[in-house]
Every structure is written in C-alpha cells, then in structure tokens.
C-alpha cells in the first residue's frame, strides 16, 4: 500500500511541477476566464436573459446558467469542456505513461525495487485521475468566484450538489480519456505513436462520429421534405442512439442533464413525442430525476473506462522485460 | 575450507529461456559464492542481460530454477528484489528531476522510513562523489554522472547484492576506471556480492575475482582469472619473443632443449617461443653459448584478452 501511495504521490507531483501540468493549468484558467469574459461570453447573455424572465426555467438556477449558456455565435463552457478540454487533459496525462517510462530507461529501475508490479501502473492512472479532478474543480472554483463576482446570485445547495456531480461526471469522462491513452502507451512502443493514436481515436468522435450516424439514420430511414413527421423522428431518434457511441456525446447528453434541469434533451423530447398525447411539460427536473435520468450515463463511463484499465492492466501485467 | 564456509549467493539450476524460438539461455548451472564480484562475460547477445533479468524475477524462465540468497526469484520476486540492486544496460532517471529526489523514490519504494530517507540520501551521494549535485536536475547530468547516480540508486537500499549490466558503456576511460574502483571499494566495505556483465575484459579483469564467459546462451566456463587462464592455454602463461641478427639451427636447438620451453615458431627473423614460467635468464644463456647475437627479447604474460578472443572464435 504505502508502494502505491508513493508512485501516486510522485506522479501526482510530477503531473504538477512538469512543463505539461503548467501548460494545463494555463489552458485550464484560460478556459475559465473566457467562459465568463470572453468576447461573446456567458455573462452579457445571462444578464440579457434575467432582465426577461420569459424564458423557460430562466429564473431557477441561474447560477447554472454561467456554464451553460453560450456566447453569440460561440459554444458553452459545456461545449468546449466537453468536447477539448477534458479529452485533451486526459490524453495529456496518459500517453507516455508506460512507453514513456520504457524509452526512458526508469521503468526497469522501478520494477527491480520491491513492489507490485501493478503499482506503478495503478500509481500512475490514480494520480491522473486526481489531476483531471483537481483541475475540474479549479475550474469550476474559478468560475464560481468569478461569476458570483459578477451577477451577484449565489449559488443554492441544489445547485452547489449539480456542479458536484459535475465534477464526479467529469473526473469519470476524463478517466475515459485517461484510460484509452494510458491503453496506447502499454501497447505503442513509441511516445508520439501513442499520443497520435489517442488524438485520432479523439478526432473520429468528435469529428467523424456525427457524419457516421447522419449516414446511418439516412440509409435506415430516408427522409427527404416530404417525409411524415414520424419518419423524421425515427431518424432523428436512430441518429441519438448512433450518436451514444461516441463518449463525446454521452457526457455533452448527461451533463446538460445536471447543469441545465430546464432544458430537455433531443432523446427526452423524443420521446415525449412519441408516447401519444403526452405535451412537453414546461418545468425544471427535479434532482432525483435528473440523476436517474443520467444513471445510465454514468454507469457506461464507469464500465468503459473500466475496461480500457483491465485490458492495458493485464497486457502491463503479462509484458516480459527484455534485454533489448 | 573456504570454500564450504562461504554461501552461495546466486544458484542456477538448469535455467533455460526461450524467446520465439531462439534460445536465449540454454540449461545455466551458474553458482556464485557471497561476497565475489563476478564478472559476466560474453559477446552482445549472449544471454548476459536475460540471465540477470531472471535472476531478478523480471522474466520467467522458460525452465529450470533460480535462487538468490535461498529465494526463488520466479516465485518470491520481491524478496529477492529487496535485497538486490540493479543497474540495467539502458539506465534513465526522471530528468526533470533532482538527483536527489530520484533518489529519495526509491528509497520509499523501498519502504525506508521517511524520517532517515534524507539523511540516507545524502550519504549515498556522498559515497559515489555527487553530494554537490544532490539539488540538480538529473537532465544536466553528464552520462557518467548518471552511472555514479545508478550506483547510489543501489546503494539507497544497502543490498546483499548487487547486479550491474554494462556498467560502463558509454563513459570514457579515465571514468570507467574511477567507476570500477569505487564498485570494487564499495563491495569491499560492504562485503555486497557484485555481478557485472560486460563484454571488455579488462575491465572485468580489473576488479572480478570471478569470471564466466557466456557465448550462446552458455556458461563457457568460470574461474578466477588466473585459473582460467591456466585452464585454457595448456599452461603456457608466457611468450618470450626474440630478435637475433641470425637464427642458426644450433640456437634453436639450444633453447629447445631448456626444460619448461613448450613451444617454438619461427618467423622471418624472430622467434616465439612459448613457456609456462619467466625462461630469459636461460633463453639468453643458451643463445649466447651457441654464438648467436641477440638484438631483442621481449616478453608478454598471456592477457586474459587471448583466452576471451579464443573462446570468442571457439563460439
């Protein structure tokens, strides 16, 4: 145990005072500064939306409303968290782990000391995780500050448990990102083919994954201007579920969830549609209800990511050390 | 006597390892007393770094057992890493770093108490010569900065043994010197049973009391150096050379007949003449009686560098 805790503590350090940790503590306060002043940033709109409380939900959790409301003609906090920010920390911290170490030459002095084998690689995975959730709460913190600065709202306690979930939701999501580069690592031999595995894994979702699932609803069902209205939401609804594949999409899914109670996913407002009758219900999600709503959600990232450590473990495990 | 007194360090029985189809140790019986330094001879390839990696319980064996200090190093690694030390061929550090945090690592992996890992490290910086370089970072180090580093990184942990893979490649001669020396002063105080691989024998021969020669995957054999260089050129440790003005058939006759000559070559204009102990006393005596005129005499001791080059061609 206390090999573990020393390989996390290292790492944890290193992660921290290395070039990388500071470089993405500067993307991260970037990050945060932008979401609230930038150009087209949240706050001018926010304040837009509070002098008219027409808006759906726009009263109730404005607080939220600082990370989800997005600038003119630019993305949300939520966006660009989801879609760069944590894919990029996460593969960052993970794509030299193993090979890292290998071409380095330290990994053979580390394994020849007394401890487990599997030490050093839960060390390393353990101390990125803490990384990516220390930094999400950095962000968070600081937009929190900066925001509360600004529209002079507080945040309630329901909201103050949202962002926390979002926190856990995203340390979960980044874990993901962890895992698959930390996966390339064991099994690329070289630093760069690893790091460009990981981005392009990264690219195909956040690019190539909406064509595909356009492609595919649009061969199962085409539609074209004359289409009944089911037909166009079948298509959509297959184009949702294509879409799920992507981790990109289920954490941009579940987070709008958590931090937009108001708002209502293209899923749940197919669904309504679908079950005869029923009318959208214009009110805010409870807690309870919006944390079974992204159960699902969790528990996939909880199981990928799972799944990418249990492959890169035991192939970490079974490697032999050669003389060459 | 000794020799029944002294433990053995190191026991191979049978250690064979196969990678894809080629055999990269083939049934090693090696046995190595506490307290030797043994030198690990043998070309690249021969199975040196792959023996000390199943010594280390890194690689399993594809057959055949190894212990170190009464530990099976394939079933009780960690043991057997306790109390070993290991310089790999390819040593690196975390050169963004201080020495001295690298250090200190590992002295924690070791489970050394927090409260002695400081003062421990300092000593050990101390003892291989780096105790003004403990606060640099390891990137700055030059390559034998970094051997001397690879030392204290085995010194942390005070082994029983220690097991050094080519320790000195890389380094130039004055440092591979300065680096056998402080290996085989440090051993002494220690009484740490040493292996070193290489594949240059006179820096085995500098410092080992014991040698193996591996070609193959084999032990060729082992002994002291001076054992094996008895063993292997049927006892003719000298070569006396001799330049004479004339090399008539009455000289050659006249040295031949000196008892302890064992062999005769005749060149051009000189003569090797080959004897199992220092015969220029003689050899110049019986030149001089049979009116020959002698311009030079030179002698060498067979440097181990033969033997090592005559199993090499063996192999």
């Known amino acids: 145990m206390r090999g573990l805790l020393t390989v996390f503590n290292k790492e944890l350090a290193d992660y921290f005072i290395s070039w990388r940790g500071i470089i993405l503590f500067g993307v991260v306060l970037l990050t945060a500064v932008f979401a609230i002043y930038g150009p087209s940033g949240a706050l001018q709109n926010i304040r837009a939306e509070l002098s008219s409380t027409t808006q759906l939900g726009a009263t109730q959790f404005v607080f939220l409303r600082l990370f989800t409301t997005s600038g003119q003609g630019s993305q949300s906090f939520l966006y660009f968290v989801s879609a760069f920010l944590i894919p990029v920390i996460g593969i960052a911290l993970g794509f030299d782990a193993i090979n890292g170490e290998k071409n380095n030459g330290t990994l053979s002095r580390l394994l020849s000391q007394p401890i487990y084998r599997d030490t050093v690689f839960n060390g390393k995975f353990f101390a990125g995780i803490a990384t990516i959730a220390i930094m999400l709460t950095s962000i968070i913190l600081l937009i929190s500050g900066l925001g509360l600065n600004m529209i002079g709202v507080p945040p309630s306690s329901e909201e103050a448990f949202r962002l926390f979930l979002f926190i856990v939701l995203g340390t979960l999501y980044g874990a993901f990102w962890l895992g698959l580069s930390m996966l390339f690592s064991t099994f690329l031999q070289r630093v760069a083919t690893s790091a460009l595995a990981a981005i392009a894994v990264w690219i195909f979702f956040l690019v190539f994954m909406l064509m595909i699932s356009t492609f595919i609803a649009n061969t199962l069902v085409p539609i074209d201007q004359t289409s009944a209205t089911q037909e166009i939401f079948r298509n959509i609804g297959i184009q949702i579920t294509a879409s799920r594949a992507s981790p990109i999409f289920l954490f941009q899914e579940a987070t709008t969830v958590i931090l937009a109670p108001g708002a209502r996913t293209a899923s749940e407002i197919l669904q309504l549609q679908q079950s005869a009758g029923a009318g959208l219900v214009s009110s805010t999600l409870p807690l309870g209800q919006s944390l079974l709503t992204i159960w699902p959600h969790l528990v996939t990232f909880i199981a990928i990511t799972t799944m990418l450590f249990a492959i890169s473990y035991y192939k970490f495990m079974r490697e032999e050390i050669r003389s060459t | ?315």
């Open chain 2, 1 to 315: 006597m000794s020799k029944l007194a002294k433990k053995l360090m190191v026991e191979t029985k049978d250690l064979t390892k196969i990678y894809d189809g080629t055999t990269a140790v083939d049934n090693l019986n090696l046995h190595i007393e506490e307290g030797d330094l043994f030198g690990f001879l043998g070309p690249n390839g021969a199975g040196k770094t792959t023996t000390i990696l199943m010594l280390l319980g890194l690689t399993e064996p594809t057959s055949g057992s190894v212990y170190v200090a009464g530990h099976n190093s394939t079933r009780e690694p960690l043991k057997v890493k306790s109390i070993s030390g290991y310089v790999p061929e390819k040593v690196g550090f975390y050169e963004n770093l201080t020495a001295a945090y690298n250090l200190a690592y590992i002295a924690r992996l070791n489970n050394l108490p927090e409260e002695i890992v400081k003062k421990r490290v300092s000593e050990t910086l101390d003892i291989v010569g780096l105790a003004d370089k403990a606060e640099q970072v390891v990137g700055e180090f030059s390559k034998g900065m970094k051997q001397r580093l690879a030392l204290a990184d085995i010194l942390i942990k005070t082994p029983r043994i220690a097991i050094l893979d080519e320790p000195t490649s890389g380094i130039d001669p004055e440092g591979i010197n300065q680096l056998l020396d402080l290996i085989a002063e440090i051993a002494r105080e220690r009484k740490m049973t040493v292996i070193m691989s290489s594949h240059q024998l006179h820096q085995v021969q500098r410092i080992c009391n014991q040698i193996g020669i591996m070609v193959q995957g084999q032990l060729l054999v082992k002994g002291s150096p001076d054992q094996l260089g008895k063993d292997s050129l049927d006892s003719s440790q000298f070569k006396i050379e001799i330049k004479l003005t004339e090399t008539t058939q009455g000289i050659i006759d006249a040295v031949k007949r000196i008892k302890g000559v064992l062999s005769m070559d005749k060149t051009e204009d000189k003569l090797l003449i080959g004897c199992s102990k220092d015969l220029r006393p003689q050899i110049a005596k019986a030149i001089v009686e049979a009116d020959g005129l002698l311009v030079e005499m030179k002698i060498q001791s067979y440097a181990l560098e033969d033997i090592y080059l005559k199993y090499f061609k063996e192999a």
